[in-house]
């Protein structure tokens, strides 16, 4: 598929901006200024001012002696920056490839392979564009062809067509002027001095003399236009691999019409990655609404699944989050997160359901759905000695452990995140506790069982050790105790709670 490039030019971005905030503006001509070397030069024009002969680079000064009535405003860096990345994010609804033009920074450049068949071809797709930026109050020009200098070059400077059909984009430069093709002024001035007005003046000499002339920045630039060197557009959001775009030709508004939408952009996400063995991890819905406003809802998966039901019903419990308003014009699924999906081998027979069984995960995403995935968790053995560190938060519920459950000892069934400490009366050297205070109140201890001793793996600490004590109190609560460190040893021993029995 042959790729093809749009350029957006906002002719007057600061001014239309300021209107759009102040429409008390539109019968004054002003000018944005900011400080140069201790003087107030114009930045941006207002088109009433334009109408004056006020032009950007002139001093505020001079601008108000030729337009006594301008009104000049302070510019601030940035500025433009700004209002063009918050405008690449609209524009996210027409292609995931949206960068900011960084060489005039007063445009966007879009990627739009296949994505124009979504509004009935590149005319509607380009007249979609330009009829929303202009409903918002924002002058723009747009231009497509297959290459962003080309596309940009049109945007600026052409005067035929705004559609350049595919492989004509070289023939659309041939009559513009060199400046089409983003070069800088010193190089503008050379070629002018040589009397080169037109593209068609010099595109077809020899590299090696236009090197010698004009520099490989030249080369690269027109190299770029007419597409024999590669220009990459550096994106404002990093597309996701699986991603799925759907355009409604009439606003969504009912919950129903959303479950459509879900479900068809899930049935061709689901065939893509079912093609290439991967299922979802986590997926993030984004509907762009017809005032501009955009709604997102996530959902995520205890294994990976390509399951359309399955998937369907973890959105169907979002999709009461999502607020339509007037309508919803494009939703998008991304899939920002993968893993291959395990085919599992068919069993004759099978004991009891466990974490391999679909139900169970299913089970656990639609709880996980309603109450968070925060609050479910799944543990698996570490191969660490403190009980504290002998556990792994899993990724997955299908994550395999690498070590095995310890159960020749008795472990609490709560154990603390980290011990406290406590205040004990013991009889020494390894006798039990008499009695202990946890948190004010005193536990004399009826039964005890102990000690255990738990050495620190010895890369990290040698010699360091825990005591472990299980012990009774008088109104039958057990708990796990431990002592740390020797008596009579350099460093104070000192005792703790770790973990509460049922």
Known sequence: MQRRFVSIWFRQLLA???LIRRPELSGVPFVFAAPDHGRMMITAVSELGHGFGVEV?????????????????????GRPRKLLKGLGEWCVRY?????????????????????????????????????????????????????????????????VTPLIPIGEHVDALLNLVPDALRLEETTLAKLRKLGFYQTKSFIGMPRSVLRRRFGEEFLL??????????????????????????????PIKTRNGIEI???????????????????LRSGVLTCYRIDGKVVQVDIGTSGASHNISHLLKLFQLKIDQIRPALGIELFVLDAPKVDDVEVPQEQMWTSKPGLDDQSVIKLLDRIAGKVGFQVIHRYLPAKRYWPERAILKAVSVTEKPNAPWRVDKPRPTELLKTPVAIEVMAIIPDHPPKFFIYKGVRHIIAKADGPERIEREWWLDEGEHRDYYQV???????????????????????????????
């Open 16 to 18: 239309d901006w300021q």
């Open 57 to 77: 680079g002139m001093r505020a000064a001079d601008a108000k002696a030729i337009c006594p009535g301008l009104e000049v405003l302070d510019d601030k860096p």
């Open 95 to 159: 292609s995931p490839i949206v960068a900011i033009d960084e060489f005039a920074m007063d445009g966007l450049l879009l990627e739009a392979t296949g994505c124009s068949h979504l509004w009935g071809g590149e005319r509607g797709y380009l007249k979609e564009i330009v009829s929303r930026l202009k409903s918002k109050g924002y002058t723009v020009r747009v231009a497509i062809a297959d290459t962003p200098g080309a596309a940009w070059a049109i945007s600026h400077y052409g005067k």
């Open 221 to 250: 630039r027109l190299a770029q236009a007419i597409g024999t060197e590669n220009e990459v557009l550096i994106p404002m959001q990093v597309p996701v691999p699986f991603s799925e775009r759907l355009a409604c030709l009439e």
């Open 261 to 279: 939408a879900i479900n068809k952009l899930l049935e061709n996400l689901c065939k893509r990655m079912q093609a290439e063995g991967k299922g």
């Open 472 to 502: 009774e109190d008088e109104q039958g609560g057990r708990y796990w105790l431990f002592r740390s460190g020797h008596y009579g040893g350099e460093n104070k021993y000192k005792w703790f709670i770790h973990g509460f029995f049922a």
